[in-house]
C-alpha cells in the first residue's frame, strides 16, 4: 500500500511538468495543495509502519523531493512569505470595492446573490456564466448601477459588468472564439482617477468540457497583451479555470506586467463552494503597480459552486514601492506566449454555437 500510494503520489507530482496541453496533464496543476499534504501523511506515516531498506530510503527521497517542490510553488502564497508593503497611511484615491462571482449558470438562487450584493455593496460587480435568465434577475442593479455592460449567453460563458463608477468607454473582445468573451472597462473615479477594468473567462481543460487548454491559454495571454498596452492603473479580475502557479497564468503574470495580490497574503481558494477539501484558486485577480490592494478574500456561497471573490483597492501612481515584485518574460518565453495564442485561436471547440446579439 505505501509503495503504490508512493508512486501515484511522485507521478502525480511529475506529470505538471511535461509541457502538454492536453487535460490529463493539467488537470494536475490544481492538485498541488492536497499531493503536498498527502505526500506529507505517508512520508510521515511510512517511518512507523514500513520496514527500513533500500528501497524504502529511495522512496521517501522521492517523496520528499516532490514534497519540497509543492512547498517551493506554495510558499509565496502563504502569510510567512514578506513583500515590501507601502507605508503611508494616506490614499490618494478612494477605495474601490469589487465582487466578482461565478453565479453557475443552473443556478436559479438570484435573491441570495441579490443579498449578497446588497450586504457588501461594491461599486463594480463581474458575474461569469450568467444567462438571460440571471440578466434578468440583475436588473434590479440597475438603480444603484447605473453603467453596465450585459453580454447573456446559454453556454455557461456569458458575462455582465455592472458599476457606479463611471465607464467612459468600454468593449467585448473575442479573443480566441466567437462564443468565449472578454469585458474591457475604461472607468473613471469621481475623484478623478482613471483605470480599466477587464473581465475574463476562459474555458477550462477537462473531461467535460475542452480536452486541452489551448483556448484557456490562448485567451489569458491575449488579454496579458492587450493588457501590456495599456498606460494607465488596470485590474484584471475573473474565472481564470486556472491555479497563480500554472505555466499560463505565469506567462500571464509576465507577460501584462501585473502583480497577484495574494502573494503574501494567502491561496483565497474559490472552487468547489461545496467541498473544503478539494477547493481550488481558479478565480483570480491581478493589478498594475499602481493599485494597491487593502482587502482581498471571498464571501459566503449563494448556491454557485463557486464562492466569490471580493477586494478593496485605491490607486497610487506616485508610490513606486510594488515596482520591485513585477517580472517581465525572457526571449524564448515571448515566443512560447505568442504560440499559445496562435494555438489557442486555431483550436477547435466543441461547444455550441451561439448567435451574439
Request: hydrophobic letters at 40%.
Amino acid at each position: 500500500l505505501y509503495y503504490c500510494l508512493s508512486a501515484v503520489l511522485i507521478i502525480a507530482s511529475v506529470i505538471p511538468v511535461i509541457p502538454n496541453q492536453h487535460w490529463f496533464f493539467r488537470i494536475f496543476d490544481f492538485l498541488k495543495i492536497q499531493l503536498l499534504v498527502l505526500q506529507t501523511i505517508v512520508f510521515i506515516l511510512a517511518w512507523w509502519f514500513v520496514p527500513y531498506e533500500t528501497m524504502f530510503y529511495c522512496t521517501q527521497l522521492l517523496l520528499l523531493i516532490c514534497m519540497i517542490y509543492e512547498i517551493s510553488l506554495i510558499y509565496q502564497y502563504t502569510p510567512l512569505y514578506k513583500v515590501k508593503e507601502r507605508n503611508s497611511p494616506i490614499k490618494p484615491s478612494k477605495s474601490i470595492k469589487v465582487i466578482s462571482a461565478n453565479v453557475y449558470q443552473f443556478n436559479t438562487e438570484y435573491d441570495r446573490f441579490i443579498r449578497l450584493i446588497d450586504k457588501y455593496q461594491p461599486n463594480v460587480i463581474l458575474t461569469m456564466e450568467s444567462d438571460e435568465k440571471w440578466q434578468q434577475a440583475m436588473q434590479v442593479f440597475k438603480k444603484d448601477y447605473p453603467y453596465f455592460i450585459e453580454v447573456p449567453l446559454q453556454n455557461t460563458y456569458g458575462i455582465h459588468l455592472y458599476s457606479n463608477v463611471k465607464i467612459t468607454a468600454s468593449e467585448v473582445h473575442y479573443f480566441v472564439a466567437d462564443d468565449i468573451p472578454s469585458i474591457e472597462a475604461k472607468m473613471k473615479t469621481a475623484d478623478g482617477y482613471e483605470f480599466v477594468f477587464f473581465g475574463v473567462h476562459p474555458p477550462p481543460p477537462s473531461p467535460t468540457e475542452e480536452d486541452t487548454s489551448k483556448e484557456r491559454d490562448g485567451e489569458l495571454l491575449s488579454v496579458a497583451k492587450k493588457v501590456k498596452e495599456i498606460k494607465i492603473p488596470a485590474v484584471v479580475v475573473g474565472d481564470f479555470n486556472n491555479v497563480a502557479w500554472g505555466r499560463s497564468s505565469v506567462l500571464f503574470k509576465n507577460t501584462a506586467e501585473m502583480i497577484d495580490p495574494r502573494i503574501g497574503r494567502g491561496l483565497i481558494s474559490t472552487f468547489h463552494a461545496k467541498y473544503r477539501l478539494l477547493r481550488f484558486p481558479i478565480d483570480q485577480m491581478y493589478h498594475s503597480s499602481d493599485i494597491f490592494i487593502e482587502d482581498i478574500c471571498t464571501k459566503e456561497n449563494f448556491g454557485s459552486d463557486h464562492l466569490p471573490l471580493y477586494f478593496e483597492f485605491f490607486i497610487d501612481e506616485l508610490n513606486p514601492v510594488q515596482e520591485e515584485q513585477l517580472e517581465v518574460l525572457e526571449a524564448d518565453e515571448k515566443q512560447e506566449v505568442e504560440q499559445m495564442i496562435k494555438d489557442g485561436k486555431e483550436e477547435e471547440s466543441d461547444r455550441e454555437k451561439v448567435v451574439i446579439e
